[in-house]
């Protein structure tokens, strides 16, 4: 079966400061995705960043990039120039061809805290 | 941007009562899912539904739950005869065709 890791239930980072978040996990299978979700407070979950499992550059978007380990199972989230609207629960996700339904299996999160 | 919308934000019932929670997925989106996080736990999966039924649910998704399209545009989950065990957060979810899902910003569901 396949499983999603956050070891971290909480970080924090000072504004303009670089965290990364990690996440490991599981499967069997090779056609896969994973995802990095943000949700604010009170706010719906919002796709940070997405990464096809066979493509090995790592995705980026903006401030936001992740270090995809393959072999590892290692999926972690960078974010350069930290801002307090980053400051929300981040969920790392995955999901694969092979479901059928492409359902996600998600981590516990992480709660991030920027401090001003 | 279309956003996934659900109603009510936060839902009280007695345990026993029937509760349906609803979703607006973005419009033309067609695969639906739900989703629940028990306080402090993981969102796990509890269904996914297209073409009008049920392509797959997890072990959680007994007969006490049930999914409705019942137009265009609405998503329900039904629970018959709510437990304690049922308070959670449920999301719902949609896609198109990648595999990229929206999300809703979630019903608090507590059973009393």
């Known amino acids: 079966a396949q499983t999603v890791t956050q070891s971290q239930p909480e970080m924090s980072v000072q504004e303009a400061e670089t965290v990364t978040l990690s996440c490991t996990y599981d499967?069997?299978?090779?056609?896969?995705?994973l995802f990095w979700y943000k949700q604010p407070p009170s706010r719906q979950m919002i796709l940070v960043i997405r990464?096809?499992?066979?493509?090995?550059q790592n995705a980026t978007e903006n401030r936001f990039s992740v270090n995809f380990q393959k072999a590892a199972k290692s999926f972690s989230l960078k974010i350069s120039d930290s801002q307090l609207g980053d400051a929300a629960m981040y969920f790392c996700?995955?999901?694969?061809?092979?479901?059928?339904?492409?359902?996600?299996?998600f981590g516990t999160g992480t709660r991030l805290k920027v401090l001003a | 941007e279309p956003e996934v919308t659900q109603t009510p934000s936060h839902q009280v019932t007695q345990m026993g009562q029937e509760v349906i929670l609803r979703c607006v997925p973005i419009?033309?989106?067609?695969?639906f899912y739900w989703y629940r996080q028990i306080l402090g736990q993981k969102v796990e999966f509890l269904v996914s539904?297209?073409?009008?039924?049920?392509?797959?649910k997890s072990e959680i998704f007994d007969d006490q739950f049930s999914v409705e399209r019942p137009d265009g545009s609405n998503f329900t989950l039904k629970i018959r005869s709510t437990k304690l065990e049922d308070s959670a957060m449920y999301f719902c979810?949609?896609?198109?065709?990648?595999?990229?899902?929206?999300f809703g910003p979630g019903t608090r569901l507590t059973v009393l």
């Open positions: 419009s033309n989106h067609l695969y």
């Open positions: 499967t069997s299978e090779s056609d896969y995705y």
């Open positions: 979810a949609s896609r198109a065709s990648t595999d990229t899902q929206y």
């Open positions: 539904f297209y073409n009008n039924e049920i392509s797959e």
């Open positions: 990464q096809e499992a066979y493509k090995q």
């Open positions: 996700a995955y999901t694969n061809r092979a479901s059928g339904t492409y359902k996600y299996i």
